[in-house]
């Protein structure tokens, strides 16, 4: 009897087969154990084949964090369908894209969601179909019949995840069985999960900090435990009561822990592991967080293309006071992963401390972006990933993480490309030139920043120009304040100079993200 499931499409018939009884799901008072859950998972199933949908088609899920997301995906990954779950912060036109390029047919959505629905409809032709999450949802799966639909292929998408374009407009990295199944495995061996563990999923199901999170705890056995909101208070309470083992956080959240006054006087007797990522972790905070939580920590480096994490931090490193340099780096390779370093410009090797970009190698990749062409494709010819980070490998092997070469600003724990804000600027009438970088923030890592010119005979108002950003953006993505310039500093090409416009606000810093 092998000891782990042999596919992500297999995670819940094997567990429930091992431990029908025991829970597999908790989402506020409400739990299943692994047996109930593989029924709903199969009525997912049953009720997408009885709605028509076929292999490769796609449905759409917009809603906070809620265990029905997670069922769709995985009943997906036995339809051959593919969940596309849809970032939730983003604005209704953001959405409206995200849906349309899907080329959803279902579109599951939270009340609060509908909304927004309403106002986009005519702008999703594909979806023939609106399900509510909630008692709606629960009646969509009771009046289906259960059932375990078609044989998995191992490159088949079952999930699709938006990450920002450099053209502007997000782009769907289509996950598979294979790149999955690879993930979940490493991940649960790094991290030491396994059937007696509880991992809280409190990071957006949009995001591979959410999913990819969840799917390895699961595929490890273990029980989760799903958070809806970033509540601190609150998520102190649950990680306590819940017993939880091990949680994933992005750097903020916990900033926002510590500033709840009993935090350190609360029982973390259950907690085993605290994994963080997807922003780098300011070293006053990591130090902070590792005096009030006595358990291991571990950092980890990835990306959406990627599944979710390729290389780790481990907990020896976190409290090894003579290697204490070692606090800023991504750690090394996890099991699968390869790693190199290479001059952007040749595709050589780079040195030992020389930086580079970062390219990956692993069973673990994205099989390209959903309906893209070729050319805007982040993986090469030889299955190399080109992550588009600066970093440089040090003599041990260890990663460090000391730039970007692309534009991206990650600001708690969001990826976000400048593109996109500078579309929205861009159209506004009292703009004839924009530039958006991203400037150090105490709170979030970092935050949007833009830097404009004024149209001929226009002025700009700052808190107009905000407002209009705010009415095409999501939240995170507006810019905090505006710089009016004469002109922007510009190659002698015509490329604006960002790395100018950034030096005056990251100088002084040992990392310009």
Same mark, same amino acid.
């Given at each position: ?34 047996? $109930? ?26 809603? +906070? ?62 979806? &023939? ?15 289906? $019949? ?11 998408? *079952?999930? $699709? ?7 502007? *407009? ?48 699961? *595929? ?28 994933? *956080? ?40 590792? +005096? ?5 920590? &571990? ?215």
């Amino acid at each position: 009897m092998p000891d782990s499931p042999s596919d992500i499409a297999d995670i819940v018939e094997f567990w429930a087969g091992q431990r029908p009884d025991g829970v597999a799901v908790r989402f506020g008072d409400q739990a299943w154990t692994w047996a $109930q859950w593989q029924d709903r998972i199969a009525r997912n199933v049953g009720a997408q084949l009885a709605a028509g949908l076929e292999p490769g088609d796609r449905v759409a899920f917009l809603d +906070k964090n809620h265990p029905a997301c997670l069922e769709t995906t995985l009943a997906c990954a036995l339809v051959g369908t593919a969940n596309a779950v849809v970032n939730f912060r983003l604005a209704a036109d953001e959405i409206a894209f995200v849906v349309d390029d899907a080329q959803a047919t279902v579109l599951f959505a939270g009340p609060e969601f509908l909304p927004i629905v309403e106002k986009i409809r005519d702008r999703i032709p594909t979806v &023939r179909q609106v399900i509510e999450i909630g008692e709606p949802y629960e009646r969509w799966l009771q009046q289906a $019949q259960p059932a375990r639909a078609r044989p998995y292929l191992r490159d088949d998408c *079952f999930l $699709q995840l938006y990450t920002s374009g450099t053209t502007g *407009f997000p782009k769907g990295a289509m996950l598979t069985h294979r790149g999955m199944t690879a993930h979940s495995e490493a991940v649960g061996a790094d991290s030491e999960l396994g059937p007696d563990c509880v991992g809280m999923v409190a990071m957006p199901l949009f995001h591979v900090g959410g999913t990819s999170w969840a799917l390895a705890a699961l *595929f490890a056995g273990a029980e989760i435990v799903v958070v809806r909101d970033i509540v601190p208070n609150l998520l102190l309470d649950e990680l306590v009561s819940a017993r939880i083992t091990h949680s994933f *956080f992005v750097p903020a959240v916990f900033a926002f822990m510590l500033q709840v006054p009993d935090v350190a006087q609360r029982d973390w007797s259950a907690l085993r592991l605290l994994v963080y990522g997807a922003s780098p972790m300011p070293l006053p905070l990591l130090r902070n967080s590792l +005096k009030v939580f006595p358990c291991g920590f &571990r950092q980890v480096y990835g990306m959406t293309e990627a599944g979710g994490v390729v290389t780790s931090l481990g907990p020896e490193e976190h409290r090894d006071p003579a290697r204490e340099h070692l606090l800023t780096s991504a750690g090394k390779p996890i099991p699968g992963v390869e790693a190199k370093v290479v001059d952007p410009v040749t595709g050589e090797p780079a040195g030992v401390g020389e930086v580079g970009e970062v390219l990956v190698h692993t069973e673990q990749l994205m099989s390209g972006y959903w309906r893209r062409d070729a050319d805007q494709q982040s993986v090469d010819a030889d299955g190399w990933l080109h992550s588009g980070d600066a970093g440089y490998l040090d003599a041990e092997g260890y990663l460090f993480i000391s730039d970007r070469i692309k534009d991206m600003i990650i600001s708690g724990g969001e990826n976000i490309y400048p593109a996109e804000i500078e579309r929205v600027l861009a159209e506004h009438p009292a703009i004839a030139d924009v530039a958006v970088i991203g400037v150090p923030d105490d709170k979030w890592g970092e935050v949007p920043y833009a830097i404009v010119v004024a149209a001929p005979g226009a002025e700009v108002d700052e808190e107009k120009l905000l407002a209009h950003c705010r009415e095409h953006l999501a939240a995170f993505k507006c810019p905090k304040s505006v710089q009016v310039l004469t002109e922007l500093p510009r190659n002698p090409t015509g490329k604006i100079l960002k790395r100018k416009l950034r030096e005056p606000f990251w100088a002084g810093r040992d990392r310009a993200v």
